[in-house]
Antibody
Framework: QVQLQESGPGLVKPSGTLSLTCAVS?????????YNWVRQTPGKGLEWIGE???????NSNPSLKSRVTISVDKSKNEFSLKMTSVTAADTAVYYC????????????WGQGTMVTVSS | QSALTQPASVSGSPGQSITFSCTGS?????????VSWFQQHPGKAPKLIIY???KRPSGVSDRFSGSKSGDTASLTISGLRAEDEAIYYC???????FGGGTKLTVL
């Protein structure tokens, strides 16, 4: 049973870089899955940020693409998100998610981590 | 990549059936049978309750059902219970786009 766990700083300064990591347990990140980042801004809905395959191939939301880098570390069985030039609008709960069981849907989610952008 | 459209809120009484709508376009909801629905309680991660328009993951109650007509997908909850009070999100998986969510209040 694949499980995901986000980690990273809960506070980032405006214009700084947000960095988060998602640890994968109960399965290998080298399995045939796309690993995703999704965020939820306070009081608002869900927004897909981007995804990565174990080969390193990535796709990103066009609205965030210029600021987002997603990488994978197969030796640690984890993947990461970096978002540059953050503003208060990037304050959100960040989730990692994966379609882990052969479904075309995000069926496994981390518990989420709150990131606040503030000086 | 525009968000799917969901009503902000709906309400119902215990025992009733209630239906949520999720409207996209011919390029997302209308093109693929890859619509999924999530239930989210406060402070919790979203939970998948419907995938591929009308399939339920193992362990999800058969009170939850899904359908699609054209560019609009629907989620129906039958036999409404207090614990169903949550926010419900739809997702067009092929395009990785979500709806804004509908808050369900059980009266």
């Amino acid at each position: 049973q694949v499980q995901l766990q986000e980690s990273g700083p809960g506070l980032v300064k405006p214009s700084g870089t947000l960095s988060l990591t998602c640890a994968v347990s109960g399965g290998s990140i080298s399995s045939r899955n796309w690993y995703n980042w999704v965020r939820q801004t306070p009081g608002k809905g869900l927004e897909w940020i981007g995804e990565i395959y174990h080969s390193g191939t990535t796709n990103s939301n066009p609205s965030l693409k210029s600021r987002v880098t997603i990488s994978v570390d197969k030796s640690k069985n984890e993947f990461s998100l970096k978002m540059t030039s953050v503003t208060a609008a990037d304050t959100a709960v960040y989730y990692c998610a994966v379609a882990a069981n052969g479904l075309d849907a995000f069926d496994v989610w981390g518990q989420g981590t709150m990131v606040t952008v503030s000086s | 990549q525009s968000a799917l459209t969901q009503p902000a809120s709906v309400s119902g009484s215990p025992g009733q059936s209630i239906t949520f709508s999720c409207t996209g376009s011919s390029s997302d909801v209308g093109s693929y049978n890859l619509v999924s629905w999530f239930q989210q309680h406060p402070g919790k991660a979203p939970k998948l309750i419907i995938y591929d328009v009308n399939k339920r993951p193992s362990g999800v109650s058969d009170r939850f059902s899904g359908s699609k007509s054209g560019d609009t997908a629907s989620l129906t909850i039958s036999g409404l219970r207090a614990e169903d009070e949550a926010i419900y999100y739809c997702c067009a998986y092929e395009d990785r786009v979500f709806g804004g969510g509908t808050k369900l209040t059980v009266l």
